[in-house]
Structure formats: C-alpha cells, structure tokens
C-alpha cells in the first residue's frame, strides 16, 4: 500500500486534520522556521518557536518526521559561522529531544558536512535524506548520492526522493527500483505528485536559486513576476494544453506505482492548511471530483483562471501521457482534451474578510 510524506504546518486545524489520517502517512515535512536559516521556499508569516513546533509534531505519532533544511545553497559564511550552525543544531536536538524528529531533507551537500563536522554527536541520530531537487533521475546519481551522504556522520536515509520526471518514464521507473531493491532493500523510494511543474522545466534551477538567494540576502522574492514575464507562466498562459505534460500523478493513478515506489510525496505548504486538506484527502482517497490543478501546488494561479474536470479525464489519461513521445507538432492530444474537458473561469477578486486565502473555513 502506497503511504503519503505531506507538508506539516503548526496549525490546530491542520494538525487535528492529519490525525485523522494517520493511517495513510508515512511521514510528514515542515520548515523549522529559523529566521536566518531559509529552506526551499520562500518565508512566510509564519513564526513558531521549535517548542512549539515539537509541540504540535508530538500530536501525530505515527508518521516519521523530517526537517526541511533543502534551500538550493546559501550564504558561504553560513559554512564556518558556528553560532549560525550552532542555532541549527540546537534546533534538531530539541526536536529530537522531544521525540518529533527522524532525520533532515537536504540540498545543499556543503552544508550536509558543515552541520556533521559542527556537531557528530546529534548527527549521527539523524538520516540524511536528499531532497527532491536533488533529481535523483538513475541508479548512478542514487549511489553518488549515498556515497556522499555515507562520508558524512549523517544517518542513511530510509527514504529517497526521485526525480518527479520518473512520473512519466515508468520504464525507467522500474529499473531504478529493481536496481534499488538489490542494493538497497531497506530504503523506500518516494515520488513527488502534485508539483504541477513544466516538464524538466528548464527554469528549475534558476528558481531554486532566486529563492535562495532572496532568502539569503533576505529580498523581496521575485519569482512570480519572473515566471509571469519570462518564464512558466509565461509559456502557460500562451499554450495551457501544455499542463497535461506536467510529470503530474492523480490520485487515480497511485495505483499504477504499486510495486515501484513507497511512498508517494505531496506539496503546496505555503498555500496554507485548506489547500493541503483538499490534496491529502484526495490522495488519500485516491479520488478527486473538481478541479485537476486545485490540486496542483505551481498551477495554484492557473486554478483560478482554468477549470479542468478531474473526474472527467478520459480512462486512457495516463497510458497516453506516459507513452508520449513528445512530439507536440504531429500529436493533437493535449490540446484535443482541454477543449472537451477544460473551460475558462470569469475573474473574481478573492475575498479576504473572513481570512488568508487558503486557510480552512
């Protein structure tokens, strides 16, 4: 049976939510919240002390529970300045005082070894687990991956995030986890569902570095404005059908990963508590009846201009998608079904006297 990582916020609501659902996670993710520590995405008003926090995460036993320490880099003093890896590490440590933590979600592999040299001791009870933006994308960068991890005073991880280009590449897939299953039977593999990302976006990178980077010198982040003049949005809103080529799973669709993979991951923690309601109860359920990209973290801006009918995609959706080769100027299929099951939304300004946007009613 596949089991859900989801995003972890400290609020009651939420946390009451998850507890429901305990049965269907595997683990949780969430920020630790440190001022001048940033993780990979940008800040929000959001500030709980790690008390709390331990607090919060002590109300969900079940699921394993890790730290998201994954920002693209960061700050090169950041690497010998003791009281800033102190302050992490004095983080960890009461997490797993308090029982609440199990390992970190890592990137940035420099900082992986500053934080094993600053403190072997607390290091050496926490695994070590790259991050889905590590693209984890063959068996090769696997083994490098846990060959670096394996020469710090980290724990191996018991999990892996894959590359969420794997979505659609089940042949290579299963490779990978065959190959995965022989050399490392204990370790589960993870795939990213609901990112909603350009395929192999080729502005990834890039947007992983602006957040850092307006996390580190602590700007005003600029991504959306630079994806809506130059970049995915951009190219999303001239060619829409191009959504059905996100590596994307619907929760129909779980199914088809038996046997591959694990643990199926889901995002979209800054979009508050009732976005991430609406994603784990449909992925738990494996069903959705509404919107496909109300489900979609990237596409949250897309959601409030398109409307694609989830229930109503064609029983053929995923064998089409993931047998695609690609080849947009010959293949009609995409721009085929957004016409039969996509519709424009009128303009609506949001109403925000009864809350955020986002946050459970």
């Known amino acids: 049976m596949l089991l859900l990582d989801v995003p972890f ?61 994954n920002s693209r880099f960061h700050h090169p003093s950041l690497y010998s300045d003791k009281e800033g890896l102190h302050r992490i590490i004095t983080g ?63 724990k191996p991880p018991t999990k892996l995030n894959l590359d969420r280009s ?5 042949a290579a897939l299963k490779s990978i986890s065959q190959a995965c299953r022989q050399h490392y039977p204990q370790v589960k593999l993870t795939l990213l569902a609901n990112e ?3 395929d192999r976006c080729p502005f990834k990178l890039s947007h992983d570095a602006q957040i850092a980077f307006a996390n580190t010198v602590t700007m005003h982040n600029q991504t959306h404005s630079l994806n809506r003049e130059l970049g995915c949005i951009r190219e999303l809103t001239a060619q829409p059908a191009e959504l059905f080529k996100s590596p994307f799973i619907r929760p129909e669709d779980l199914h088809r990963y038996e046997g591959m993979v694990e643990v199926i991951k889901l995002c979209g923690r800054t979009l508050g508590p009732g976005f991430l309601q609406r994603v784990v109860r449909g992925y738990a359920e494996r069903s959705y009846a509404g ?17 694609v009918a989830n229930e109503e995609l064609p029983g053929d959706f995923w064998s089409r998608l993931t047998g695609c080769d690609k ?35």
Not at 100 to 120: K, W
Not at 291 to 307: F, P, Q, V
Not at 329 to 337: A, G, N, T
């Open 291 to 307: 919107n496909l990209l109300d489900l979609m973290d990237t596409m949250e801006w897309l959601a409030k201009r398109l409307y």
């Open 92 to 154: 960890l440590d009461t997490l797993l005082t308090a029982g609440t933590l199990h390992g970190i979600t890592i990137v940035d592999f420099y900082l992986l070894q500053a934080l094993s040299d600053a403190s072997p001791q607390v290091c050496a009870q926490l695994e070590a687990v790259p991050g889905v933006n590590c693209m984890l994308d063959s068996f090769a960068k696997i083994q490098a991956t846990l060959n670096a991890i394996g020469n710090t005073g980290f």
């Open 9 to 69: 916020l400290p609020d009651p609501r939420y946390v009451q939510f998850l507890g429901e659902f305990q049965a269907s996670l595997h683990s949780v993710h969430f920020s630790l919240y440190l001022d001048d520590i940033p993780d990979g995405r940008h800040r929000t008003g959001l500030q709980p002390t790690i008390a709390e926090l331990a607090e919060a995460l002590a109300q969900l036993p079940a699921p394993k529970k890790y730290a998201l320490l």
């Open 166 to 170: 794997l979505n659609r590449d089940p």
């Open 196 to 198: 909603g990302c350009l």
């Open 327 to 361: 080849n947009c100027q010959v293949c009609l299929y995409c721009r085929e079904l957004l016409e039969k099951r996509g519709r424009p939304l009128a303009f609506r300004i949001d109403d925000l006297r009864q809350g955020k946007i986002g946050e459970c009613p």
